[in-house]
């Protein structure tokens, strides 16, 4: 248990040998049993290639995947594993960097930490948190600081609003970079703070997207190869109507933040709701998440 409610894992190659190499901020996704995908980010540093660690927070009311992982895995076990993937990731040429997590959010930034303190570039770390016994990786940090007071932990209730992001981000030079990861309120506060910084310093994943799930329904989605047609329903997402027909889809976060479930549109508009795809690619129709975006076309036409 690395913390009440949160427990980490070391993956290893089975035969002992190295782990596919990955950048800091990464994830992989992990396929777990049930036909369940869930994407983790990797927390020890890119230089440490035997393991694979990954922090899980145990949610009950989620979708099955944190409980399994809690209640289910067993030392030993084998799992199978996509390649580390990274759309969130660490600048190293930054003169200074600076990082606000908020609880398990503290996953890719651990990882971001521990590269930049083996290139010896200077960090700083907000860390908000509910409780100190809900902490992760309150010992890895205290190794990494070295009593340098790089570390300022915020505990409470209401550590987000406790915690001055706009003060934090208003107070960082032009040079320095600044990385964001925790639950959406934070990455808000942000953002908003971040919006007159120059361009490429501001960096954050969030847990979720920040739009809701398109779930309004009342189209039709067409599979281009097979031609078969499909009523998407009021109250389910696209993912869904497509899982209830066996159409083999790739979904790991159903979050719209992984990516993994990108398809190409042939034909309609799509409505995005995730957080993977630019304002470009939106603006092209050209491709989309289906996992928690849907059509604002009657007709959809998707390359499945």
């Excluded at 660690?53 to 084998?78: F, K, N, Y």
């Excluded at 361009?199 to 954050?204: I, K, N, Y």
């Excluded at 039709?220 to 083999?248: C, F, Y």
């Amino acid at each position: 248990m690395e913390a009440d409610g949160i427990c980490s894992y070391e993956f290893v190659e089975p035969e002992g040998g190295s782990l596919p190499p990955f950048r800091a901020g990464a994830h992989i996704d992990l396929h777990l049993p049930g036909g369940r995908i869930r994407s983790y980010s990797l927390a020890n540093a890119p230089q440490d290639t035997s393991r694979y660690l990954v922090a899980v927070l145990r949610e009950d009311e989620g979708r099955g995947g944190s409980v399994w992982m809690h209640d289910g895995l067993r030392v030993g076990e084998v799992l199978q594993a996509g390649v580390p993937a990274n759309d969130f990731a660490l600048d190293e040429s930054a003169e200074h960097s600076v990082f606000i997590a908020g609880g398990i959010g503290i996953t890719p930034l651990l990882s971001m930490i521990g590269q930049l303190d083996a290139v010896n570039r200077s960090w700083r770390l907000h860390y908000a948190s509910r409780l100190p016994q809900r902490t992760a990786f309150m010992e890895q940090l205290k190794a990494l600081d070295r009593g340098r007071g790089c570390v300022t932990y915020c505990f409470g209730s209401e550590r987000v609003e406790r915690l001055d992001i706009a003060e934090i981000v208003g107070g960082a030079d032009a040079n320095t970079h600044l990385y964001c990861c925790g639950p959406a309120r934070m990455i808000d506060a942000f953002v908003d703070a971040g919006r007159a910084r120059p361009q490429g310093t501001m960096h954050f994943e969030r847990f979720a997207a920040a739009e809701a799930p398109a779930v309004s329904g009342g189209y039709t989605v067409v599979l281009n190869r097979s031609g078969k047609r499909l009523s998407v329903d009021p109250g389910k997402t696209l993912l869904d109507t497509l899982l209830d027909e066996n159409v083999p889809v790739p979904y790991a976060c159903s979050n719209g933040i992984c990516g993994t479930c990108l398809t190409q549109v042939v034909a309609g508009t799509p409505d995005h709701r995730d957080e993977f795809l630019d304002e470009d690619e939106r603006r092209s129709g050209k491709c989309m998440l289906v996992c928690c975006s849907g059509s604002l076309s009657p007709e959809l036409v998707l390359d499945l």
